[in-house]
Structures are given as C-alpha cells and as structure tokens.
C-alpha cells in the first residue's frame, strides 16, 4: 500500500503524531494509500521552517524563481503519464480526462506564473507639485493554500504557483480525499531544487486546514472549496486581518435562446454538466431553456446524456467515471431523492449505474440525471449538488431567464447560449456571475480573473490578480 508523506522543511515526513488517514480509490471502492493525519502541531513546525526560508527566498531574484517553477513543471511533464494515471485513481475521474485536463493545466499554470514572476511590475503616480509615489509589492511572508478534491492538482497548483512566484514561502493542503498528487509534487519540488521550507505540504483534514487558517504567522489564505467551509474560514480569519480569497460553490446557469447554434449548445450544455461528473465548480447545473426551442432542446439533450458512457476510468471510451467518494455519492444520490420528493421528473438517470468492468463493481457510479418540471425556487434548483445531475427550465424571456439566473445565493460561472451579440453583451452585463461564457464553456485564459460573487467567493485568481493578492501594496511618497 502507498503511503504518502508530508513536505516540511524540504524533507519528506510522516505527520509528528505518526496518524494516518485512509486514501480511497472511487472506481473500486476501496482503499489503496494512506496520508499522513497532520495536525497545529504540525502546522507550527511548517511555519517555523517557511519564516526561515523566507529570509533567502524573498531576496531571490524573480528570474530563479521563475526557473525553478519551470523545473518543476518540466519535471511533471516528464512524468506526465504517472500524473495522470495517479489523478484518475484517486478521484475516479476518466484517465483520459486527467491526461488531457488535469495535469497539461497543472504545468501550464506553474509555467504561466513562472512567467509572471518576471513580468509582474507596479504602479507609480507622479503629482504635479514635485513628488511621485510609487507602489512597492513586497510578499506576505508565509501564506496558506488549500483546495479541494475535484480538480487537485490543477487547483493545488493554481495557488501555489503564483504564491512562491510572488516571492512568499507556502503552507499547503490538498484534500484529504484526493492527496496522492501532491505528494508527487512535493517529490518533484525537492528533485527540482526548490530550497528547504519554501514549499511545505501538509496532509490531513478539515483540523490541519483549521489549524493553517488559525496561525499568527500565515498572513493570507488563498481557499477553494465549498460554501460552508469557507464561511468558517471567514469566521476565523476576520479577528486576525487576514488576506482571504476564497473560490466557493456554485449553482450555475447555462441559458439556451432560441436563436443558439443548435448543435453546438446541445453538444457544449451537455459538456458543462457532466464533465469530470459534474465535479467542477464551473460545471452548470441548471439548464434554462427558451419555451420555444424546450422541446426540440430537451429531446436532443437526453439522447445526448443517455449516450454518455460511465465505466472504468482506465477504459479510453469512458465519459463519466466514478463518484470520488461514498460520502459524495451518498450525498449527490440524496439530491436526487430530494428532486423526486419535491415533484421533479427525471428524464434519465437517477439510479446506480452498472459498469461492466469486474473491478468496478464496488466503485461509486451514477448514471449521468437529467430533471424536469421543478420550480426555480425549489432545493434541487437552489442548492449545489456537486455531481452528474442538472435540471431543465424552460424560460420565455430573457428578463424571465434573467430573474432565473440571479436567483439563487450563487454567483459563480454563466454560459449563455444565443447568436444575438447585442442581446448576449446585455445579459453579460446584468448577470451575477464572476464569469460568464457566451457560446462555449470552460474556455481559459489563465490571465483573466477567476472567482464568484454572492456566495460564490470573494477575491479573485487568475493572472496578475493572483499576484496582487500575494503580494501587500505599499505606497512609497518621494518629494523631490
Ligand atoms: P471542502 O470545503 O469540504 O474542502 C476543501 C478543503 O478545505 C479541503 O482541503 C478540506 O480539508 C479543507 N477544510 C475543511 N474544513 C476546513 C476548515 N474548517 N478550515 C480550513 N480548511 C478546511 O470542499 P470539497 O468538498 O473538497 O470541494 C467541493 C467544493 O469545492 C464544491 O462546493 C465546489 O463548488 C467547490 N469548488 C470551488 C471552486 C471555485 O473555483 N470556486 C473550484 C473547485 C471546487
């Protein structure tokens, strides 16, 4: 059985309490790894390592950074196949998936905030009357990274990368259900010759994380997760003035007019539902409809979702793999009782579904769900569900598809669907959404802010925005 390991002070180490945690593979349902159980103890020895790496690493020149986050990713590229092969297994998301998404966005992002370690520049404001303040951008010290299981090392490495490329020494935690690739990190980051304690990752749950958020020294936390954690999150760094950005859940809207390009939102609507299980925070999971194109939109649809293959993650024609845990599956199977309970129809899916592979038979499989005839305002409608399961609604305006779309607590990510450029500018301009597709979904420029409003989060990531954060603004007034 793998057994995982903490980075702490650029060595690799079991937890201080030597407790270990269970890693579970979803498609088998069992376990196959285990993770060291960390917890403020271990956080403290961390931060302690990171203070004195911080000394060195905030005067090293932005271009070593820069190569060293560039050995790192090609270290990933080299071993592109056991990143993959290793996200698969742990989340029981397709291997294909990984191979094509996961780890490719991985290198891309330590490369593009290798880059932006060099070119990363700030303000200066001259006045008039014989003076001019420039903005000194200087790193927090040492800063907190968190991220949950459904993308993890792509997400994992969407904060670390700007953080070390700020000049900041990093705590980080992968989740506790999905931890395998960054342990392969942590190994790849020593091979790379990143410097002791600049790079810690800690192992472990909800109590380390807790513990991360809690220390004096951390001066920010960069979170993804869901909506409950980070309110306690907030909670808990409010009395300590602590930087937060926090990327949280969402209940995302994709909106089909009428004039669409038929094909290409049939194909894109069922795309953002159902990739990597519908476990994407971006992934819509309430599809709205124009009245006049429902029927003719529903029928192509569910052929399309019915036709999704959900098998063994390893298989190359697999669309939909597993559930990434009993207690994720038990909970997305919930919402679909709570879909029946509260009237809802389902025009596919809603039960277990049977993959032919043998080794699969105990693995956390759903057959991808579609749902009709539900209220906007009812639970399934309003609250994230997290998993292969969307919703129908048909809508007969835009103001109507309008008032849909705001209404609920969310705020994260809108595709619309429509070839009328004027009215696709207008509904852009009054949706609360941190972003909004229009005609595709999902498509990156990892210079651009990422992020939610309303419940969605706070803060935002994604290109010199990550960098800003990472970094405390000082305005430095020289009169001459
Ligand atoms: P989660 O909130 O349960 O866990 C996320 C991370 O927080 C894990 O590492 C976990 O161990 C840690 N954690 C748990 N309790 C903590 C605490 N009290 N203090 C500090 N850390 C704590 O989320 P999850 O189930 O791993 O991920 C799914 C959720 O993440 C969904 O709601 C999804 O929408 C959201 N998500 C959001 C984005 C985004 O960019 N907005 C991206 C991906 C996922």
Redesign the pocket.
């Known amino acids: 059985m793998q057994k995982l390991a903490n980075l702490v002070g650029g060595s690799l180490q079991p937890s201080l309490s030597a407790h270990e945690l269970e890693v579970w593979e979803p498609a088998v349902g069992q376990v196959y790894a285990s993770a060291p159980q960390s917890d403020a103890a271990d956080v403290e020895a961390a931060v302690a390592t990171a203070q004195t790496a911080f000394t060195t690493w905030r005067e090293t020149p932005s271009s070593e950074r820069a190569r060293l986050l560039h050995r790192l990713a090609d270290l990933i590229e080299r071993d592109l196949e056991a990143f993959a092969a290793a996200e698969s297994r742990d989340t029981g998301k397709p291997l294909s998936l990984a191979r094509s998404l996961d780890i490719p966005r991985s290198i891309a992002n330590l490369r593009f905030f290798a880059a932006a370690a060099t070119q990363f520049a700030s303000e200066s404001h001259a006045m008039e009357d014989g003076a001019v303040n420039y903005t000194l951008r200087q790193p927090h010290g040492v800063v907190g990274c968190?991220?949950?299981?459904?993308?993890p090392l792509y997400?994992f490495t969407w904060k670390i990368a700007p953080a070390l490329a700020a000049g900041n020494c990093v705590v980080a935690?992968?989740?506790?259900?999905?931890p395998v690739t960054a342990a392969m990190l942590a190994e790849r980051s020593i091979e790379a010759g990143f410097p002791a304690g600049v790079l810690n990752i800690l192992h472990?749950?909800?109590?380390?994380?807790?513990?991360?958020?809690a220390h004096p020294q951390i001066r920010a936390?960069s979170?993804?997760?869901?909506?409950?954690?980070?309110r306690?999150?907030a909670l808990?760094a409010a009395p300590l003035f602590k930087k937060l950005t926090?990327?949280?859940?969402?209940k995302n809207p994709s909106i089909v007019f009428a004039d669409c390009d038929f094909e290409a939102a049939v194909t894109g609507v069922v795309r953002s539902a159902f990739a990597n299980q519908g476990?994407?925070?971006?992934c819509s999971s309430r599809v709205l409809v124009e009245r006049s194109l429902y029927p003719r939109f529903r029928e192509a649809f569910v052929e399309r979702v019915r036709a999704l293959r959900v098998g063994d993650p390893l298989e190359p024609d697999t669309d939909q793999g597993a559930l990434?845990s009993a207690a994720?599956y038990g909970k997305v199977m919930g919402a679909v009782a709570t879909a029946r309970k509260e009237g809802g129809k389902i025009l596919c899916g809603g039960e277990p579904a049977q993959v032919h592979a043998a080794r699969c038979a105990k693995g956390w499989f759903l057959q991808p769900t579609v749902i009709e005839g539900l209220a906007a305002s009812c639970e399934t409608n309003q609250e994230?569900i997290?998993g292969p399961v969307a919703t129908l609604l048909p809508f007969e305006d835009e103001a109507e598809a309008l008032a849909i779309a705001n209404g609920t607590a969310f705020g994260?990510a809108t595709s619309l669907w429509s070839r009328d450029v004027q009215r696709c500018h207008r509904m852009a301009a009054q949706l609360e959404s941190?972003l909004v597709w229009i005609n595709t979904w999902l498509l990156r420029d990892l210079r651009t802010p990422?992020?939610?409003t309303k419940h969605?989060?706070l803060g935002r990531?994604g290109g010199f925005e990550a960098m800003k954060f990472f970094t405390e603004p000082k305005n430095v007034c020289l009169k001459y």
């Open positions: 968190i991220s949950p299981w459904n993308l997400l935690k992968p989740s506790e259900v999905t472990g749950g909800g109590a380390v994380g807790g513990a991360i958020v936390i979170f993804t997760g869901g909506t409950t954690t980070g306690h999150i808990a926090l990327e949280l859940g969402g476990e994407i925070c971006l990434v994720h994230e997290f994260l941190g990422m992020g939610g969605s989060g990531e």
